[in-house]
C-alpha cells in the first residue's frame, strides 16, 4: 500500500518479499533532478523512441514532472502537462533500461492520472510510439486532432509534424474508476 508523505509515494514491498526488495518511491521533480530527466530523454530520443526535450524544457516544465527512484537512485520520469481546463497530456514518460518491466512506468502514469483526477481532468492523453503500453492502462488509441491544442501550439513546430508516426492514446476521467481499474 503507498505511503504518501510530503508529495512523495512510497511502494515498499510486502510482508512477504524478502528485506533487500527495493524500495520504489513517485515524487515530485525537483531542480536537481533536471538533468537526469534531460539525460533520459536524451537517451530514448537518440533512437529515436521519444522525443528530444531540451534541458532549458525541462526546467521550464519541472512543476510537471514526477520522478521514480529505486532505493533513493533516480530510475525514470514522466511529466503531466495541463492543457486546458478537462484536459492534460502525459509526455516524457521514460524509465532506464536496468529499471524496466518492473512496474516503474505504470507507477509513473498512475501517479499522473491521480492529479489529473485530484484536479477534475476529464480526459488525460499521450503520444507514444508505443501505444500497447497504455493501452494496457486502460487508455485507448485516439484521433490526435481530438487535442487540438496539443496539435496547433506543439506538434506544428516539431520537425516530424508532416510525418508524425506517434501515435495519440487517452482515457477518460469521467469513468468511474471501477470500470477503469488499472492493473500493474
Given at each position: 500500500?503507498?505511503?504518501?508523505?510530503?508529495?512523495?509515494?512510497?511502494?515498499?514491498?510486502?510482508?512477504?518479499?524478502?528485506?533487500?526488495?527495493?524500495?520504489?518511491?513517485?515524487?515530485?521533480?525537483?531542480?536537481?533532478?533536471?538533468?537526469?530527466?534531460?539525460?533520459?530523454?536524451?537517451?530514448?530520443?537518440?533512437?529515436?523512441?521519444?522525443?528530444?526535450?531540451?534541458?532549458?524544457?525541462?526546467?521550464?516544465?519541472?512543476?510537471?514532472?514526477?520522478?521514480?527512484?529505486?532505493?533513493?537512485?533516480?530510475?525514470?520520469?514522466?511529466?503531466?502537462?495541463?492543457?486546458?481546463?478537462?484536459?492534460?497530456?502525459?509526455?516524457?514518460?521514460?524509465?532506464?533500461?536496468?529499471?524496466?518491466?518492473?512496474?516503474?512506468?505504470?507507477?509513473?502514469?498512475?501517479?499522473?492520472?491521480?492529479?489529473?483526477?485530484?484536479?477534475?481532468?476529464?480526459?488525460?492523453?499521450?503520444?507514444?510510439?508505443?501505444?500497447?503500453?497504455?493501452?494496457?492502462l486502460n487508455f485507448s488509441v485516439a484521433d490526435v486532432m481530438e487535442f487540438p491544442r496539443k496539435v496547433w501550439n506543439e506538434?506544428?513546430?516539431?520537425?516530424?509534424?508532416?510525418?508524425?508516426?506517434?501515435?495519440?492514446?487517452?482515457?477518460?476521467?469521467?469513468?468511474?474508476?471501477?470500470?477503469?481499474?488499472?492493473?500493474?
Amino acid at each position: 500500500m503507498p505511503d504518501e508523505q510530503a508529495g512523495a509515494i512510497t511502494i515498499s514491498t510486502n510482508g512477504t518479499a524478502p528485506p533487500h526488495a527495493p524500495v520504489v518511491t513517485i515524487e515530485k521533480a525537483c531542480a536537481a533532478d533536471a538533468e537526469a530527466i534531460h539525460a533520459l530523454v536524451t537517451h530514448f530520443a537518440d533512437r529515436d523512441e521519444m522525443l528530444h526535450r531540451p534541458l532549458n524544457e525541462v526546467y521550464e516544465n519541472l512543476r510537471d514532472f514526477y520522478v521514480a527512484r529505486v532505493d533513493g537512485e533516480f530510475a525514470g520520469c514522466v511529466a503531466l502537462h495541463l492543457w486546458w481546463a478537462d484536459l492534460a497530456e502525459i509526455k516524457s514518460l521514460a524509465v532506464r533500461e536496468d529499471r524496466q518491466l518492473k512496474g516503474i512506468g505504470y507507477r509513473l502514469v498512475s501517479a499522473c492520472l491521480e492529479e489529473a483526477r485530484r484536479l477534475g481532468l476529464a480526459k488525460v492523453f499521450a503520444l507514444t510510439y508505443k501505444p500497447g503500453f497504455f493501452e494496457k492502462l486502460n487508455f485507448s488509441v485516439a484521433d490526435v486532432m481530438e487535442f487540438p491544442r496539443k496539435v496547433w501550439n506543439e506538434c506544428y513546430r516539431c520537425p516530424k509534424f508532416a510525418n508524425c508516426n506517434e501515435i495519440a492514446v487517452g482515457i477518460d476521467l469521467s469513468v468511474a474508476p471501477a470500470t477503469q481499474a488499472l492493473a500493474p
